[in-house]
């Protein structure tokens, strides 16, 4: 009971500094998720992409989704509350603060300068976000040459292309429908893996 109940604080007190600290939003956040879920809980890559597909395609904030993921993984409900609780706390604190102040201040030069070099720090926490899982995603654990010409890499970046391409040729085009797209395909690759006898 005692190292469960460590394990709830843990989770509040990791979520807390990541919410205290990271700008950006939740894709920012990433690299320190993939971090302490691996290092410090034990989670897999694999584990951490499926935290990702599940948080990024379910309704709410991506940030609160994936707390809410990793701490009901970890430590159940009492864990998923309390690595959730830990996450928006400092940004309810932080906006209830702004919201009285920031018309005093948004003319001031040190905020605008702190803001200017806030946002392409948030854009490189994502880039690397995405080189770093979509590395796993494509390749798994290690690069081989090997992995180029497999079954798992060619459906993923078939799906991934396509995808794209959508998206670019149709800026409109729902991102529930290219999730549904996804989740079918996804579903068809794996049956079409299993009854062939190819692994992903």
């Given at each position: 009971m005692i190292d469960y109940?460590?394990?709830c604080l843990d989770l509040f007190l990791t979520f807390l500094?990541?919410?205290a600290f990271t700008f950006g939003g939740g894709?920012?956040?990433m690299p320190f998720i993939q971090q302490e879920a691996v290092s410090k809980w034990g989670f897999t890559s694999q584990q951490i992409i499926d935290f990702i597909a599940v948080s990024e395609s379910t309704p709410g904030p991506f940030a609160v989704n994936i707390a809410t993921y990793v701490g009901a993984e970890k430590a159940g409900f009492l864990g998923s509350f309390f690595a959730t609780f830990?996450?928006?706390l400092p940004s309810f604190i932080i906006i209830l603060i702004i919201a009285k102040c920031y018309e005093k201040f948004k003319t001031n030069k040190i905020v605008a300068g702190a803001m200017?070099?806030?946002r392409p720090a948030s854009v490189g926490l994502i880039a690397a976000a995405t080189v770093s899982i979509g590395f796993e995603v494509f390749f798994g654990s290690s690069f081989a040459v090997e992995t180029l010409w497999s079954y798992g890499f060619i459906a993923s970046f078939v799906i991934f292309a396509g995808m794209l391409t959508l998206c670019l040729l149709r800026k409109k085009t729902s991102?529930?429908?290219i999730i549904g797209i996804c989740a079918l395909l996804g579903i068809a690759v794996g049956y079409a893996g299993e009854l062939f006898g190819i692994q992903i």
């Open positions: 109940l460590l394990t500094k990541l919410g894709a920012a956040m830990g996450l928006v200017t070099g806030l991102p529930i429908v």
